[in-house]
């Protein structure tokens, strides 16, 4: 076949024709790797983070108008963009032009921490803003939905894009209809006066003519008379886009396999992830018939190739011009819509595609096929129509029509008087997921009367594929709609629909009960749509109604403290600096490791993984791999030339396993290539044979009945708990468990290696959170000394305790790589390929017995800790360690007993993550002093009260700490919060609603900071400054987004008494800061910001002589008097931290520099028949001393709650029974989305705090308050148990974490999932393991 050509516009008048595109090739890749335009990132390569949002624009000769749409560059496949005008956020603004108002407004408001996020968010807005320059605040989170951020809390991001709504600038923050800026709250401080975190008057206005316009070249080419067949051929693959229908039929007449590629959300995710090949593809785009919509009395008939958005769009645009009865159908669709996957898909994802993708939980099909719709096809025999009906979807990824057929449209039928439409769905999360079970519904009655005239219901999610309830509307069709024939419909349908306990998807008592809630709640519309009509009359009780959930976003509150009346204007500690990269971040100029430019020769390296738990490894064949295009090597562990091991604690832990593996995820060796595809190719091609060996062990269960633990086994104990259990008035028994978590860096880990040449020198670029171990581990297995070995950091894309261990590892496997071929060598992990391989946060399983008073207060503690700690010990030991340092958490418990212990598992080993350990030591805390309450049926912040520590205080470890700061944020949370008034409020709601609960919570926190490993705590600063005055600073620590770098130019600023300007920090490096120690522990910044000043001081001072010497003087004739009087303008700086220790012998010590403390307040609204919540309301108040940065520190607030919030309540990592991790990608693993930020989310920072143990009396504030995110959990918990006590259920309950709507919609325990028979355990296998 002839090549043909294909163009496109990039960047700002940048025209791209690409005479041999590869049909593999996707959008991404080619701007990354061709274009090197490398602002649009990698994140998951499925359309599920946004992190490679474009803008595509097309013009549309039949109507001549352009259209522009956000889509992610990781679906679209490059030959599918002929004609098409892309615009990348380098084409928007950058640096050295001028920047974009959307990137500027992101950065200003502090949306962007790490960065990595930014580029996709500043083009979901953009696209937004080229079709609606003034959008509403409901447009903008529907834009935003499908861009995930790990590190902000979204709210920030949310505060920039707002500014460019006209909507009403009331917060609503004093109730409805009453602004904060009618000064009612503070009336000691006017607005005005208050701090703000930016100015929008600051702001460059949005001038949409100025905008880029669409390539003329590109309309020339669209209205050409005589457009062409094109056809591209790749290595595997050919590409053909016919321009006729009757082409169309031909070709897929003539290879009736070759998949029809529309939006490619199917079939690119199927290529990518399951390795399905088509050796050819047919791409009907520029089929005309395919899009043309038409209008019958019947209904409507929409193109099959017609883009969700544009049905969505279609359909509301008819909505308001028909007859309301008509439109039911229509209503219902655009309702689906709107929550289908996000717009990015939307925008791209066609009608046929969904249709003919046949998913099983597919959101249109049950919603079409109840609506009686139907489809229009054509092959070679001809044209017919048919039906979409139960008969139409056949099994998994299946449909009726024969292989041959193309469909050409679908039609939309109108609604009935008297006929009623309703689409329900559940999901993991909100917005942007595929739901855990939808349907469709649809009644007829003939006219005046409740008797039903037809019916028909679909479910999503029963099933492997869309299912028909048909027996259910069987029993209800010629009844009376009434309770009599509902309840009959609901026990037929639990039996039509019945799972079996292991059937594929799992939560299966969740999506049975799913299934009768949503046909209650079509009963509840359809009673009232019956009582409009005057059809029956009797009242639904108010109680009885279910509103949607709240969704509109409030505005926030950001406090914090003013700098001193008397600080010089210059300093800027203290003030709300922006970070120091965000503009470039915002524009995509900003530089992560991936970005480095491809060096000559550079070779890319991709692992191979055992896909076995426990097993021996009987024979590795690579021969196929080496056959490959492209492939170079393969590295095992005979090729590493020194250690082959890690050790820690007396473990040793394979770089790439030798003879055995024990987990699935494990490295096995490496494929090295010239490309990513080849590598990976390579990859697949490689062959392992194994030998199972027998149990192996995955449940923290299993562990312990084997004693398979890491040692040590740690415990603690103070006064004497069995003796004071004999003395208390009562004692409550109960457990916990708390999943893991995936970091979720949106940055996967990504290293380059780069020999330099001589005498084994390497340059090894990596993304970490500790340069320096990279560089001990990549010396110690290359055998080389250290100094050969030099680390550099530029910034992380997020890190989160992950880029520690496991980074070094893969940096010293692609060292090897790099030292055997004498060649860079790169190695980026791809999501999936990261979740698998890296392990996470560690799975806890708490034991606890309480004794306590019957006036609260808790006498006796007894608490045992088990975590799951994978296949190899990493850190767990000190994780372990750290869960029982925090177990008191503010809680004076006289008679204290932790023990911990980490379970050896055949999981892929887990390791740190933020908050180390004290995220799941606190929560079972707090879940016991929370049962206690219920147990004694008093409110469960009295309860925390009672218990608090007060006046000068001695935790368990004995250590002495005054707790008022503490007090004074509990208080001061509960003071803005309006605690007790909200409580009441709470309680009426619950009373006037059963099937909407309310809860609310308030949880404090005490989090000790630096390291318990005393030689930890220390840091390093090398400080240049140049002739020309402008001052290079190198320090220890790695800018992951939180911002140290920022902080550290402003320390700098303040010692040298110069503008932050002057200050330039280009990375991070073994070789200018020798023996660094991590980014962690939420020391960073209290380390290095002393070593940094240490070394402005010194350098200061020597400057001194100059400055008396010509007091008028400027800093740059200083600096250069001092070069001439030859005074070194170079200093290092150093910080010896305190001496920490803990003597676990003795059970004493003094772990911590000292404590950040907080409080929280959170109120959801829970739907109890589908455990879907929101969060309405969060009050945070932080004691961080004097913040160095308060848009720094707030945002690091804000993130880590929302980190937690994912941790307590949506991500949920599954094992298959043989320990294969299911959850690989933002498909299947949740993270909070803006749909999951609180509507009002307020963060106080405690005013007048002082910390003499940090830099200018700062706190660190990295960790602590993820644990706060669990104030949901409990807020959740208490909506639960409102719900409950409708049930009659009172007393203590369990509810593990996270509380997935799963987990509070089955702890309701309705009537409905009342009805679903338990599955007995052991009579079936589970899908996934509970570990
Ligand atoms: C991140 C993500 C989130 C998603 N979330 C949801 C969700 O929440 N709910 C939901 O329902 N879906 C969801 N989807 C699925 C998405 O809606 C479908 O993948 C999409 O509609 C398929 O359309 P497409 O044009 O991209 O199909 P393609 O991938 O281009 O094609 C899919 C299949 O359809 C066939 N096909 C396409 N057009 C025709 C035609 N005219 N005639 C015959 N065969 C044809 C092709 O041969 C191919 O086999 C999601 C997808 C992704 C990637
Ligand atoms: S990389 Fe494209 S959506 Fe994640
Ligand atoms: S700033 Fe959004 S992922 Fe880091």
């Given at each position: 076949?002839?090549?043909?050509?294909?163009?496109?516009?990039?960047?700002?008048?940048?025209?791209?024709?690409?005479?041999?595109?590869?049909?593999?090739?996707?959008?991404?890749?080619?701007?990354?790797?061709?274009?090197?335009?490398?602002?649009?990132?990698?994140?998951?390569?499925?359309?599920?983070?946004?992190?490679?949002?474009?803008?595509?624009?097309?013009?549309?000769?039949?109507?001549?108008?352009?259209?522009?749409?956000?889509?992610?560059?990781?679906?679209?496949?490059?030959?599918?963009?002929?004609?098409?005008?892309?615009?990348?956020?380098?084409?928007?603004?950058?640096?050295?032009?001028?920047?974009?108002?959307?990137?500027?407004?992101?950065?200003?408001?502090?949306?962007?921490?790490?960065?990595?996020?930014?580029?996709?968010?500043?083009?979901?807005?953009?696209?937004?803003?080229?079709?609606?320059?003034?959008?509403?605040?409901?447009?903008?989170?529907?834009?935003?939905?499908?861009?995930?951020?790990?590190?902000?809390?979204?709210?920030?991001?949310?505060?920039?894009?707002?500014?460019?709504?006209?909507?009403?600038?009331?917060?609503?923050?004093?109730?409805?209809?009453?602004?904060?800026?009618?000064?009612?709250?503070?009336?000691?401080?006017?607005?005005?006066?208050?701090?703000?975190?930016?100015?929008?008057?600051?702001?460059?206005?949005?001038?949409?003519?100025?905008?880029?316009?669409?390539?003329?070249?590109?309309?020339?080419?669209?209205?050409?008379?005589?457009?062409?067949?094109?056809?591209?051929?790749?290595?595997?693959?050919?590409?053909?886009?016919?321009?006729?229908?009757?082409?169309?039929?031909?070709?897929?007449?003539?290879?009736?396999?070759?998949?029809?590629?529309?939006?490619?959300?199917?079939?690119?995710?199927?290529?990518?992830?399951?390795?399905?090949?088509?050796?050819?593809?047919?791409?009907?785009?520029?089929?005309?018939?395919?899009?043309?919509?038409?209008?019958?009395?019947?209904?409507?008939?929409?193109?099959?190739?017609?883009?969700?958005?544009?049905?969505?769009?279609?359909?509301?645009?008819?909505?308001?011009?028909?007859?309301?009865?008509?439109?039911?159908?229509?209503?219902?669709?655009?309702?689906?819509?709107?929550?289908?996957?996000?717009?990015?898909?939307?925008?791209?994802?066609?009608?046929?595609?969904?249709?003919?993708?046949?998913?099983?939980?597919?959101?249109?099909?049950?919603?079409?096929?109840?609506?009686?719709?139907?489809?229009?096809?054509?092959?070679?025999?001809?044209?017919?129509?048919?039906?979409?009906?139960?008969?139409?979807?056949?099994?998994?990824?299946?449909?009726?029509?024969?292989?041959?057929?193309?469909?050409?449209?679908?039609?939309?039928?109108?609604?009935?008087?008297?006929?009623?439409?309703?689409?329900?769905?559940?999901?993991?999360?909100?917005?942007?997921?595929?739901?855990?079970?939808?349907?469709?519904?649809?009644?007829?009655?003939?006219?005046?009367?409740?008797?039903?005239?037809?019916?028909?219901?679909?479910?999503?999610?029963?099933?492997?594929?869309?299912?028909?309830?048909?027996?259910?509307?069987?029993?209800?069709?010629?009844?009376?709609?009434?309770?009599?024939?509902?309840?009959?419909?609901?026990?037929?349908?639990?039996?039509?629909?019945?799972?079996?306990?292991?059937?594929?998807?799992?939560?299966?008592?969740?999506?049975?009960?799913?299934?009768?809630?949503?046909?209650?709640?079509?009963?509840?519309?359809?009673?009232?749509?019956?009582?409009?009509?005057?059809?029956?009359?009797?009242?639904?009780?108010?109680?009885?109604?279910?509103?949607?959930?709240?969704?509109?976003?409030?505005?926030?509150?950001?406090?914090?403290?003013?700098?001193?009346?008397?600080?010089?204007?210059?300093d800027p500690v203290g003030r709300?600096i922006?970070?120091r990269?965000?503009?470039?971040?915002?524009?995509?100029?900003?530089?992560?490791?991936?970005?480095?430019?491809?060096?000559?020769?550079?070779?890319?390296?991709?692992?191979?993984?055992?896909?076995?738990?426990?097993?021996?490894?009987?024979?590795?064949?690579?021969?196929?791999?080496?056959?490959?295009?492209?492939?170079?090597?393969?590295?095992?562990?005979?090729?590493?030339?020194?250690?082959?091991?890690?050790?820690?604690?007396?473990?040793?832990?394979?770089?790439?396993?030798?003879?055995?593996?024990?987990?699935?995820?494990?490295?096995?060796?490496?494929?090295?290539?010239?490309?990513?595809?080849?590598?990976?190719?390579?990859?697949?091609?490689?062959?392992?044979?194994?030998?199972?060996?027998?149990?192996?062990?995955?449940?923290?269960?299993?562990?312990?009945?084997?004693?398979?633990?890491?040692?040590?086994?740690?415990?603690?104990?103070?006064?004497?708990?069995?003796?004071?259990?004999?003395?208390?008035?009562?004692?409550?028994?109960?457990?916990?468990?708390?999943?893991?978590?995936?970091?979720?860096?949106?940055?996967?880990?990504?290293?380059?290696?780069?020999?330099?040449?001589?005498?084994?020198?390497?340059?090894?670029?990596?993304?970490?959170?500790?340069?320096?171990?990279?560089?001990?581990?990549?010396?110690?297995?290359?055998?080389?000394?250290?100094?050969?070995?030099?680390?550099?950091?530029?910034?992380?894309?997020?890190?989160?305790?992950?880029?520690?261990?496991?980074?070094?590892?893969?940096?010293?496997?692609?060292?090897?790589?790099?030292?055997?071929?004498?060649?860079?060598?790169?190695?980026?992990?791809?999501?999936?390929?990261?979740?698998?391989?890296?392990?996470?946060?560690?799975?806890?399983?708490?034991?606890?017995?309480?004794?306590?008073?019957?006036?609260?207060?808790?006498?006796?503690?007894?608490?045992?800790?088990?975590?799951?700690?994978?296949?190899?010990?990493?850190?767990?030991?000190?994780?372990?360690?750290?869960?029982?340092?925090?177990?008191?958490?503010?809680?004076?418990?006289?008679?204290?007993?932790?023990?911990?212990?980490?379970?050896?598992?055949?999981?892929?080993?887990?390791?740190?993550?933020?908050?180390?350990?004290?995220?799941?030591?606190?929560?079972?805390?707090?879940?016991?002093?929370?049962?206690?309450?219920?147990?004694?049926?008093?409110?469960?912040?009295?309860?925390?009260?009672?218990?608090?520590?007060?006046?000068?205080?001695?935790?368990?470890?004995?250590?002495?700490?005054?707790?008022?700061?503490?007090?004074?944020?509990?208080?001061?949370?509960?003071?803005?919060?309006?605690?007790?008034?909200?409580?009441?409020?709470?309680?009426?709601?619950?009373?006037?609603?059963?099937?909407?609960?309310?809860?609310?919570?308030?949880?404090?926190?005490?989090?000790?900071?630096?390291?318990?490993?005393?030689?930890?705590?220390?840091?390093?600063?090398?400080?240049?400054?140049?002739?020309?005055?402008?001052?290079?600073?190198?320090?220890?620590?790695?800018?992951?987004?939180?911002g140290?770098h920022t902080k550290i130019q402003q320390v700098a600023s303040r010692e040298?008494?110069?503008p932050p300007?002057?200050i330039?920090?280009?990375?991070?490096?073994?070789?200018?800061?020798?023996?660094?120690?991590?980014?962690?522990?939420?020391?960073?910044t209290?380390?290095?910001g002393?070593?940094v000043?240490?070394?402005?001081?010194?350098?200061?001072?020597?400057?001194?002589?100059?400055?008396?010497?010509?007091?008028?003087?400027?800093?740059?004739?200083?600096?250069?008097?001092?070069?001439?009087?030859?005074?070194?303008?170079?200093?290092?700086?150093?910080?010896?931290?305190?001496?920490?220790?803990?003597?676990?012998?003795?059970?004493?010590?003094?772990?911590?520099?000292?404590?950040?403390?907080?409080?929280?307040?959170?109120?959801?609204?829970?739907?109890?028949?589908?455990?879907?919540?929101?969060?309405?309301?969060?009050?945070?108040?932080?004691?961080?001393?004097?913040?160095l940065n308060?848009?720094v520190?707030?945002?690091?607030?804000?993130?880590?709650?929302?980190?937690?919030?994912?941790?307590?309540?949506?991500?949920?990592?599954?094992?298959?029974?043989?320990?294969?991790?299911?959850?690989?990608?933002?498909?299947?693993?949740?993270?909070?989305?803006?749909?999951?930020?609180?509507?009002?989310?307020?963060?106080?920072?405690?005013?007048?705090?002082?910390?003499?143990?940090?830099i200018y009396?700062s706190?660190?504030?990295?960790?602590?308050?993820?644990?706060?995110?669990?104030?949901?959990?409990?807020?959740?918990?208490?909506?639960?148990?409102?719900?409950?006590?409708?049930?009659?259920?009172?007393?203590?309950?369990?509810?593990?974490?996270?509380?997935?709507?799963?987990?509070?919609?089955?702890?309701?325990?309705?009537?409905?999932?009342?009805?679903?028979?338990?599955?007995?355990?052991?009579?079936?296998?589970?899908?996934?393991?509970?570990?």
């Open positions: 076949m002839q090549l043909s050509t294909f163009t496109q516009v990039l960047k700002y008048k940048f025209t791209v024709t690409e005479n041999h595109a590869d049909p593999e090739t996707m959008l991404l890749s080619f701007l990354r790797e061709k274009l090197r335009l490398t602002g649009t990132k990698y994140g998951c390569g499925g359309g599920g983070c946004g992190a490679c949002t474009v803008m595509v624009s097309r013009y549309q000769p039949a109507t001549k108008t352009i259209i522009h749409y956000s889509a992610n560059a990781c679906l679209l496949p490059l030959c599918q963009l002929h004609g098409a005008a892309v615009i990348t956020v380098e084409g928007i603004g950058s640096t050295k032009t001028r920047i974009h108002p959307v990137q500027e407004r992101i950065a200003k408001a502090h949306g962007s921490q790490c960065g990595f996020c930014t580029p996709g968010m500043v083009m979901s807005m953009y696209a937004l803003l080229r079709n609606k320059p003034q959008p509403t605040m409901e447009d903008i989170t529907q834009a935003l939905a499908g861009n995930l951020c790990r590190c902000t809390g979204y709210r920030p991001i949310v505060d920039g894009c707002r500014t460019f709504c006209q909507e009403t600038n009331c917060c609503q923050a004093n109730g409805v209809g009453n602004c904060c800026l009618n000064g009612a709250n503070n009336a000691d401080e006017p607005e005005h006066e208050k701090p703000q975190l930016f100015d929008k008057d600051d702001f460059l206005p949005l001038d949409p003519t100025q905008e880029l316009i669409f390539p003329p070249e590109l309309i020339l080419m669209a209205e050409m008379a005589n457009p062409q067949t094109l056809t591209f051929c790749g290595e595997r693959m050919t590409w053909v886009s016919p321009t006729s229908l009757e082409e169309l039929v031909q070709l897929k007449t003539s290879n009736p396999k070759a998949p029809l590629v529309m939006g490619n959300t199917n079939i690119g995710p199927d290529m990518r992830f399951k390795g399905v090949q088509h050796p050819l593809i047919i791409s009907p785009t520029r089929v005309t018939e395919l899009f043309e919509v038409t209008q019958t009395p019947q209904g409507v008939c929409l193109g099959a190739g017609c883009s969700l958005s544009e049905v969505r769009s279609l359909l509301e645009k008819l909505v308001p011009q028909l007859p309301e009865e008509k439109t039911e159908l229509f209503k219902a669709l655009i309702q689906q819509l709107g929550n289908l996957g996000s717009q990015q898909i939307r925008n791209v994802a066609s009608l046929g595609g969904n249709i003919m993708s046949a998913y099983p939980n597919s959101d249109l099909n049950p919603i079409l096929a109840a609506g009686n719709s139907k489809v229009s096809v054509i092959s070679s025999g001809g044209r017919r129509e048919v039906p979409l009906n139960q008969d139409f979807f056949v099994s998994f990824g299946k449909t009726i029509l024969k292989p041959e057929e193309i469909l050409v449209s679908v039609f939309i039928p109108f609604s009935r008087k008297g006929e009623f439409v309703r689409a329900f769905r559940q999901a993991p999360r909100k917005e942007s997921s595929f739901a855990t079970v939808t349907t469709g519904m649809r009644v007829f009655f003939s006219e005046g009367s409740r008797v039903v005239q037809d019916i028909s219901i679909y479910y999503g999610g029963m099933g492997p594929t869309t299912v028909s309830a048909a027996k259910t509307c069987a029993a209800i069709v010629a009844r009376p709609w009434d309770d009599e024939t509902l309840s009959r419909a609901y026990d037929i349908l639990l039996d039509e629909l019945a799972l079996p306990p292991s059937a594929p998807g799992g939560k299966v008592e969740f999506r049975r009960s799913l299934t009768l809630s949503f046909l209650f709640k079509f009963n509840l519309e359809v009673l009232q749509k019956l009582r409009e009509m005057n059809v029956i009359t009797d009242e639904l009780p108010e109680k009885m109604q279910i509103k949607p959930l709240p969704r509109e976003i409030q505005r926030s509150l950001q406090e914090f403290q003013h700098v001193s009346k008397g600080q010089s204007n210059q709300p922006m970070h990269s965000a503009i470039s971040q915002a524009t995509g100029e900003a530089v992560y490791c991936d970005d480095i430019p491809k060096t000559d020769g550079e070779l890319f390296l991709a692992l191979v993984t055992s896909s076995r738990a426990h097993a021996k490894i009987t024979g590795l064949d690579v021969s196929e791999a080496l056959q490959l295009p492209g492939v170079v090597d393969v590295i095992t562990s005979k090729d590493i030339p020194g250690k082959k091991v890690r050790s820690m604690f007396g473990y040793h832990e394979e770089l790439l396993a030798e003879s055995k593996v024990s987990c699935i995820g494990q490295m096995v060796c490496a494929v090295v290539a010239d490309t990513r595809a080849h590598a990976k190719r390579g990859a697949a091609a490689v062959k392992i044979s194994y030998e199972d060996l027998p149990d192996p062990v995955f449940t923290i269960e299993e562990a312990v009945e084997k004693s398979s633990f890491f040692e040590p086994l740690r415990m603690i104990e103070r006064g004497n708990v069995t003796e004071a259990f004999k003395s208390v008035d009562q004692v409550y028994e109960g457990e916990m468990r708390m999943g893991g978590q995936e970091h979720f860096y949106m940055e996967t880990q990504s290293m380059l290696v780069v020999p330099v040449g001589e005498e084994t020198e390497f340059n090894v670029y990596v993304s970490t959170q500790w340069p320096t171990l990279t560089q001990d581990a990549v010396a110690e297995t290359l055998d080389i000394p250290s100094n050969r070995v030099t680390c550099h950091v530029k910034r992380i894309g997020g890190a989160f305790g992950g880029k520690v261990t496991k980074t070094s590892i893969l940096a010293s496997i692609t060292s090897v790589a790099a030292w055997k071929t004498n060649h860079a060598v790169r190695c980026v992990l791809e999501r999936g390929e990261d979740m698998l391989i890296t392990g996470g946060r560690h799975p806890i399983l708490g034991k606890y017995k309480v004794g306590f008073m019957n006036d609260g207060r808790i006498v006796a503690a007894d608490i045992q800790y088990f975590t799951n700690a994978g296949n190899t010990v990493d850190e767990s030991v000190l994780v372990v360690e750290k869960i029982l340092l925090h177990m008191d958490n503010t809680y004076n418990i006289p008679n204290l007993r932790g023990r911990a212990a980490a379970c050896r598992t055949n999981l892929p080993s887990n390791t740190a993550f933020r908050g180390f350990g004290v995220p799941q030591s606190i929560m079972v805390v707090e879940n016991m002093v929370n049962d206690v309450a219920v147990v004694l049926g008093r409110p469960p912040d009295q309860v925390r009260e009672i218990n608090m520590y007060k006046g000068l205080s001695v935790t368990h470890y004995k250590f002495e700490f005054s707790p008022e700061n503490m007090l004074r944020c509990w208080e001061e949370c509960k003071a803005k919060s309006d605690y007790s008034a909200r409580r009441r409020a709470i309680d009426q709601f619950n009373q006037q609603s059963r099937w909407k609960k309310r809860g609310m919570s308030l949880i404090p926190i005490k989090y000790g900071i630096a390291f318990a490993e005393s030689f930890l705590n220390q840091a390093a600063a090398l400080v240049h400054i140049y002739k020309d005055g402008s001052v290079l600073v190198n320090h220890g620590g790695t800018e992951m987004g939180q140290i040298l008494h110069i300007s002057k330039y920090i280009s990375e991070t490096s073994t070789n200018t800061v020798p023996n660094t120690c991590p980014s962690a522990a939420s020391f960073g209290d380390a290095n002393m070593a000043k240490n070394a402005c001081q010194t350098l200061y001072q020597r400057l001194e002589p100059l400055r008396q010497k010509d007091p008028k003087g400027s800093w740059e004739s200083w600096v250069r008097a001092a070069f001439f009087e030859k005074i070194s303008l170079s200093a290092t700086g150093f910080h010896r931290g305190p001496d920490l220790y803990m003597d676990w012998d003795k059970m004493e010590g003094q772990p911590y520099a000292y404590y950040t403390f907080g409080a929280c307040c959170c109120e959801v609204e829970l739907d109890c028949l589908t455990g879907d919540y929101r969060t309405v309301k969060t009050d945070i108040v932080v004691d961080i001393g004097r913040s308060p848009s520190d707030i945002g690091q607030i804000e993130g880590a709650f929302m980190q937690g919030l994912g941790l307590y309540t949506l991500e949920e990592l599954k094992f298959s029974p043989s320990g294969l991790l299911y959850t690989r990608g933002p498909s299947q693993y949740k993270i909070p989305a803006v749909c999951d930020m609180p509507l009002q989310f307020n963060v106080y920072l405690l005013s007048d705090s002082h910390n003499p143990h940090a009396s706190k660190g504030i990295g960790e602590p308050v993820l644990f706060l995110g669990s104030s949901v959990f409990f807020a959740i918990k208490d909506a639960v148990a409102a719900a409950r006590s409708e049930s009659g259920l009172v007393g203590p309950f369990s509810l593990d974490s996270p509380a997935t709507p799963e987990r509070a919609c089955l702890a309701c325990a309705s009537r409905f999932t009342q009805k679903i028979p338990d599955s007995k355990p052991g009579s079936f296998k589970p899908r996934a393991l509970n570990i």
